[in-house]
Nanobody, 118 residues
Framework: QVQLQESGPGLVKPSQTLSLTCIVS??????????WSWIRQPPGKGLEWMGL???????YYSPSLKSRTSISRDTSKNQFTLQLISVTPEDTAVYYC??????????WGQGTQVTVSS
C-alpha cells in the first residue's frame, strides 16, 4: 500500500521560502513510471498542480510557478521536497503530494495547511 505524508511548517512569513517534504512508503520513488507531484488548493479555489519529479529524477513545473518552484528528492530516505521561494499571502493553501502512475493520481497525502502571514 502506497502512503504519502507531507511535513513542513504551517506558517511562513512573506518573502521567505516554503519548504515541504513528502515521505513515501510502500513503494520506491525510483520505481518505473512513478511521477510524484505537488498540488495545492488555496482557500475557496480549485486544485493547482505545481510540479513533479519523475522516477528518473526529471522535473517539470507549472509555467506560472516555474520561476519560484524547485522539487528535489532524497532517494535514500524515499522522499521528495518542494521549495517555493518569495512566498506571498496568495501562496496560502493546503499543499498535497500525490503519485501519478500513468493512470491518474492514485495515491495522495492527507494535505498540510500552509499560511503565509507576518
Amino acid at each position: 500500500q502506497v502512503q504519502l505524508q507531507e511535513s513542513g511548517p504551517g506558517l511562513v512569513k512573506p518573502s521567505q521560502t516554503l519548504s515541504l517534504t513528502c515521505i513515501v512508503s510502500g513503494v520506491s520513488i525510483t520505481t518505473n513510471r512513478g511521477y510524484w507531484s505537488w498540488i495545492r488548493q488555496p482557500p475557496g479555489k480549485g486544485l493547482e498542480w505545481m510540479g513533479l519529479i519523475g522516477y528518473s529524477g526529471s522535473t517539470y513545473y507549472s509555467p506560472s510557478l516555474k520561476s519560484r518552484t524547485s522539487i528535489s528528492r532524497d532517494t535514500s530516505k524515499n522522499q521528495f521536497t518542494l521549495q517555493l521561494i518569495s512566498v506571498t499571502p496568495e501562496d496560502t493553501a493546503v499543499y498535497y503530494c500525490a503519485r501519478d502512475a500513468l493512470g491518474g493520481y492514485d495515491s495522495w497525502g492527507q494535505g498540510t495547511q500552509v499560511t503565509v502571514s507576518s
